[in-house]
């Protein structure tokens, strides 16, 4: 006290240090501002309220904690590892004190993809090498990759030794649930160059490439621009199956056509892709090479028969293919019916 005069005082004691926190010392690994009060006895009484009065100095002492914590997220992960939209998904936040000193509540925040109001949770105190696992569970109903973000002592509660660490990301992908998908593989038709009156095979593949069973459907095979094309039923598909169905046609106009199969036309199965079940196939009908014979105007007479007997019968024999008949004769068969 280099103010006073020599000899005064003559003795200071130094009644106490308390700190300005009521809680234990261990338990705050902060820096704290302490005040110390000293007491002593002016023994020439020059202090205001006389001799042998007491007087009290507040002392401003800041100490640092020598073992600060350090808080991290030591893991932050999602289960199921690969989500799709319909999955509850449990992601989980440890929050690990990895410093040797104890570090106090604190509160983590846990950001699911890009959302602005993070999830927060209460962090208890944590010893040394103490953890606490948080748990949150969402559902992701848009199928993109997300990354979420956890983050120690978000509000910065806890002085660190290292404050840079506590922020752990996790990136993952939401799918679609896996779903079959139905397809016409392949839509042909036999012989490769048909011809006006020849009949004709059509044969449609249908098959499943979806990764999960396909249920029971109806493909639709439509010739040309038929008003109601036929249907098949086909049954229920293991992904990589596929069910086969033909149909037989004779088309007498020599023109060119388009065919159309249409997987599921009825949309009983949900397929993870709904788009790619038409197959069309175009083909050319030729004009028949075939000489193409018929009968017409057959009369007999007279025209009531009796007893199996008539005198005369006619008729036109026609040839309506593009090529000549090669043949010199031709055998034509009639009979009476016995129709009344
Ligand atoms: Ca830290
Ligand atoms: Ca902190
Ligand atoms: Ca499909
Ligand atoms: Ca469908």
Redesign the pocket.
Known sequence: YTNWASGEPSTSSYDGVYMASDGLWYDYHKTWTLYGVAEWTDPLGRSAAGPGSRAQYLLDVTITDPIPPDLVVESLTHSPLNPTVEDAITFTAVVRNIGPGKAGASVLSLQVGAESTPATFSIPALSPGASETVTRTETLVVPITYQNTATADVYNDVSESNESNNVTTDTYTVVPPPRP???VESLTHSPLNPTAGEEITFTAVVMNIGPVTAGESVLSLQVGAEATPATFSIPALAPGASETVTRTETLPIAMSYANTAT??VNDEVI?S??S??VTTGTYQVAPSTNADLSLTNLMVSPSTVTDQQFDSASFILNNNGPVALSYEWVMVDYYLSDDT
């Open positions: 998908d139905l397809v997987a599921d397929e892709n709904e790619n079940n």
